[in-house]
Structures are given as structure tokens and as C-alpha cells.
């Protein structure tokens, strides 16, 4: 079951976001693993750490879903 996130911007950068859900351990760790396309946003693959996340995106990594609200 995806968890949801609950943002008070109008985005988030998709590292950050990583981050803020406890995805990754680090900066570092969310940067190297959206560079080797491990993350799924709204099902696609997605490089781009600036990737702006906004709500009723869904992001996905290891299996692991947060849908951003």
C-alpha cells in the first residue's frame, strides 16, 4: 500500500522528497539512484533530481510507493 506525504509547498524536488519519505539515507544515496533510474515517477522512469513532485504525483523506488498530497 503506498504511504502518503503530505507537502505544505506547491512542489517538491523529487531528491528532496526522497529524503523527506525516508526512501534513502542521504542526499547522495537519492541522487545516485535517480541518475541509475531506479525511481518511478507516476510509473515512469525519471533522472532528473529537480524533478518538481507536486500533488497527486506517486513516486516509487525498491518497490516503495508515497503518493504526494
Known amino acids: 500500500m503506498a504511504e502518503k506525504i503530505k507537502i505544505s509547498t506547491e512542489f517538491i524536488k523529487l531528491d528532496a522528497l526522497l529524503k523527506f ?3 534513502v539515507g542521504t ?6 539512484r535517480i541518475q541509475d533510474g531506479e525511481v518511478l515517477v ?20 525498491d518497490g516503495n510507493e508515497v503518493i504526494v498530497e
Open 42 to 61: 507516476n510509473g515512469e522512469v525519471c533522472t532528473m533530481r529537480g524533478k518538481k513532485i507536486r500533488p497527486g504525483d506517486t513516486v516509487s523506488i
Open 21 to 23: 519519505a525516508s526512501l
Open 27 to 32: 542526499g547522495g544515496e537519492a541522487k545516485a
